[in-house]
């Protein structure tokens, strides 16, 4: 899971990042811990890459 801030100021779970969009909290987790990027973790970071580029 990864965290949001609400507007009430509390922490809530949730299952997609805001900071990373389009990437669930298991794939950035993986990223994050990969000692070699695998093909499939290139291909998350290119899409949430894009996602980062469009806003």
């Given amino acids: 899971m990864v965290?949001?801030?609400g507007p009430?100021?509390?922490c809530r779970?949730?299952?997609v990042s805001e900071t990373?969009?389009?990437g669930t909290?298991?794939?950035i987790h993986v990223?994050?811990?990969e000692p070699s990027l695998s093909p499939e973790t290139l291909k998350v970071l290119d899409r949430?890459?894009?996602r980062l580029g469009e806003r």
């Fill in 3 to 5: 965290h949001r801030l």
């Fill in 8 to 10: 009430d100021g509390c």
């Fill in 13 to 15: 779970e949730a299952l």
């Fill in 20 to 22: 990373f969009p389009g």
């Fill in 25 to 27: 909290a298991t794939e």
């Fill in 31 to 33: 990223a994050l811990n």
């Fill in 48 to 50: 949430v890459g894009r």
